[in-house]
């Protein structure tokens, strides 16, 4: 018959035939018993057998420390174990208590909690063994607590794996099995679990894209649009991305992200980020655009991220190379522009080369060039909105001015567009492409023949991926609503041609100085004082000259030539009679304008408010005229350059 194995039940050691073990037995010794079931977080019952190593423990450490944590008894099992405390035997020549010594411990309560396995030898997520095991941190224990609410005992080991600067994975913590129990802890303990709990609550109540803890998958996507891992791989690519004094690199990549995908105000982005004002949250956008541009794009967009042989091998569709190419690889790229509006701007020559007829809003356009299979191969440079830059334009400019795209397509390429390109299929054509496009209707016509319909949904089924690309991109807020003008005038320094710009802003001396209140007094608002800053400075030429016509006969008669600031081809003449020995609003006669509210005497027209604000008032004052700082990142498709290639050499 197999001897039985006898294991101490404190340690769980093995105990040898004829090793010296100590049974359980109806003498008791409370502070040994109450010490090693906190010691080594097990139940000790009547019968059980300890090893002589786990007894020394006790009478070795200071009795006087409060006990950590104890163990908490199985329900079938707590009444013996509670009434077997009284019946513990001692070895002998040890007595219940050693004289001089206190066996007093703290006094311990029942909690009911949802319990992880005890366990020191083994990785308590996945129950296995490791030699590289690590003791579970205090933070991670309150994390357990306070997301799953299960008590992790302090004792209990886990893989490296499933820890991250002190907290665990999220997959670790699902993977955690608990049993509900009753866990005796003692008063300072619970206390210092509420105040662990407080502190990783805390944590995660901010965001935090330097915190692993403070934000889970779906944070990071909800924000960023972007998984965790993907956050951390772009992240790894922006070496130029500095930390500052007010924010690391992630939390300004974080920011970048955050505006576009959300569209939130940089007002909002500096609360929500904890970041001292508006200004930080921009420049630190600034920066990880910067970051971006240099270090990110140019690797997985343009012309040059990827070749030729590469693109027709992993990102041409099997339907797209039967339809139109069969017999050959050629590159097949589907071509559309989209819009992202922008607010008006004061500027009115920037405002009227924006403004879309054909949306009736202002409006910038970037063009995608896109794969058959979505795959995004090039953005162009957004397009100003007017008639002169529409898809077939922008198409001409950007293989004017684009020597990538001139050295990447082969004759015998295929672009495939819509309707919007029909005056740049002559253009593709002669370059040696392909074109491939919906038809159009006959004059007269009520329908396609069977020939042109079928043909149109070859197009169509290979065309909406680029649609589909663009609404990839508007999921992406920013580019959904309306993008703001930052506007900042330039600063004023000292120029050469100064002087001679001050001698003709001082022409007109006799014409009556106008204050702020004699234009109101005038104008009846402030409206029309509102957009004489912009006439005026569209109406001064590139050297700062004021045009002003006087009459040769009528003394302080005045005409002038506006600019309309909605139609480049109409200008407005005004006149205006004043009387120089006058002061004040008083000494403003007369004016008419051939504006459509030109005719007035109640009130005047913004075109009469912007001479008379000019003349009386902004030529003795420095003056800067209204700036669209970011103007010159707009192309625009009517200025073709002087030379442009004719063929796809």
């Known amino acids: 018959m197999a001897s039985r194995i006898i294991s101490c039940a404190a340690c769980t050691r093995r105990l040898r035939s004829g090793q010296h073990r100590r049974r359980v037995g109806n003498q008791s010794n409370r502070a040994l018993l109450t010490f090693l079931e906190a010691k080594f977080q097990r139940c000790i019952n009547v019968g059980d057998f300890l090893c002589s190593p786990c007894c020394k423990l006790y009478y070795r450490q200071d009795r006087s420390s409060p006990i950590a944590e104890p163990a908490s008894p199985n329900p079938s099992t707590s009444a013996v174990s509670s009434h077997s405390r009284s019946d513990f035997s001692q070895p002998s020549g040890l007595s219940e208590e050693e004289p001089g010594t206190s066996s007093s411990s703290p006094e311990l309560f029942p909690i009911p909690l949802l319990k992880a396995i005890t366990t020191h030898a083994y990785c308590f997520v996945r129950k296995t063994k490791n030699k590289d095991l690590v003791v579970i941190p205090g933070p991670a224990r309150s994390q357990a607590l306070l997301e799953r609410i299960v008590f992790v005992p302090k004792t209990?080991?886990?893989?490296?794996?499933?820890?991250?600067?002190?907290?665990?994975?999220?997959?670790?913590?699902?993977?955690?099995e608990a049993?509900?129990?009753?866990?005796?802890?003692?008063?300072?303990?619970?206390?210092?679990?509420?105040?662990?709990v407080s502190a990783v609550a805390k944590r995660q109540a901010k965001i935090d894209f330097d915190d692993p803890l403070a934000l889970d998958e779906r944070g990071y996507f909800n924000l960023t649009g972007l998984r965790k891992d993907q956050f951390d791989s772009l992240i790894s690519c922006l070496s130029t991305l500095r930390n500052t004094k007010n924010r690391t690199g992630r939390t300004a990549l974080a920011l970048l992200l955050t505006k576009l995908r959300t569209g939130l105000s940089h007002e909002v982005l500096a609360t929500i980020f904890h970041l001292p004002d508006f200004h930080a949250v921009s420049n630190a956008i600034d920066s990880a655009r910067v970051a971006l541009m240099k270090e990110f794009v140019p690797l997985h967009l343009g012309f040059t991220h990827i070749s030729r042989e590469a693109f027709i091998a992993e990102h041409t569709t099997t339907l797209a190379r039967e339809l139109f190419s069969p017999d050959r690889d050629a590159a097949i790229v589907v071509v559309d522009g989209t819009y992202v509006y922008i607010e008006k701007s004061h500027n009115y020559t920037f405002q009227r080369q924006a403004f879309s007829m054909h949306k009736h809003r202002c409006l910038v356009k970037p063009m995608l060039i896109v794969a058959t299979d979505g795959y995004i191969l090039d953005v162009t440079d957004p397009h100003l909105a007017n008639g002169k830059n529409n898809d077939a334009s922008i198409l001409k400019y950007t293989w004017a001015v684009n020597e990538d795209i001139r050295a990447w397509m082969k004759p015998e390429d295929i672009f495939v567009v819509d309707r919007g390109f029909r005056d740049a299929t002559e253009f593709l054509s002669e370059l040696g492409f392909q074109s491939r496009m919906p038809a159009f209707l006959e004059k007269g016509a009520s329908q396609h023949d069977a020939v042109e319909a079928n043909e149109s949904r070859l197009v169509t089924?290979?065309?909406?991926?680029?649609?589909?690309?663009?609404?990839?991109?508007?999921?992406?807020?920013?580019?959904?609503?309306?993008?703001r003008n930052t506007q900042r005038p330039p600063r004023k320094t000292d120029d050469p041609d100064d002087l001679a710009i001050a001698r003709k802003m001082l022409q007109l001396a006799d014409f009556p100085r106008l204050s702020v209140d004699n234009l109101r007094f005038i104008t009846l608002g402030v409206?029309?004082?509102?957009?004489?800053?912009?006439y005026t400075a569209e109406h001064l030429d590139e050297d700062g000259s004021y045009e002003?016509?006087?009459?040769?006969?009528?003394?302080?008669?005045?005409?002038?030539?506006?600019?309309?600031?909605?139609?480049?081809?109409?200008?407005?003449?005004?006149?205006?009679?004043?009387e120089a020995t006058t002061e004040g609003a008083q000494s403003i006669k007369a004016w008419y304008c051939k504006c459509r509210t030109g005719a007035r005497v109640v009130g005047c027209c913004a075109h009469i408010a912007a001479v008379l604000w000019y003349l009386g008032q902004a030529r003795f004052e420095a003056f800067s005229a209204p700036a669209y700082r970011n103007a010159h990142l707009f192309l625009d498709a009517a200025l073709l350059p002087a030379t442009q290639s004719g063929s796809s050499d």
């Not at 209990?156 to 955690?176: I, K, S, T, Y």
């Not at 008063?187 to 662990?196: A, H, T």
């Not at 089924?461 to 580019?479: D, H, M, P, Q, Y």
């Not at 006087?550 to 003449?573: D, F």
């Open 156 to 176: 209990n080991r886990c893989c490296p794996e499933h820890l991250v600067d002190g907290f665990f994975v999220p997959e670790a913590l699902q993977m955690v």
């Open 179 to 196: 049993s509900e129990q009753d866990v005796m802890l003692s008063g300072d303990e619970v206390r210092q679990l509420f105040e662990g």
């Open 461 to 483: 089924k290979i065309r909406w991926v680029v649609e589909s690309a663009n609404g990839l991109i508007k999921t992406f807020k920013f580019f959904q609503q309306v993008v």
């Open 527 to 534: 409206y029309q004082l509102k957009q004489a800053r912009s």
């Open 548 to 578: 002003v016509r006087v009459h040769r006969e009528k003394e302080g008669l005045l005409r002038v030539k506006i600019q309309s600031r909605h139609v480049q081809s109409k200008a407005y003449n005004l006149w205006i009679l004043y």
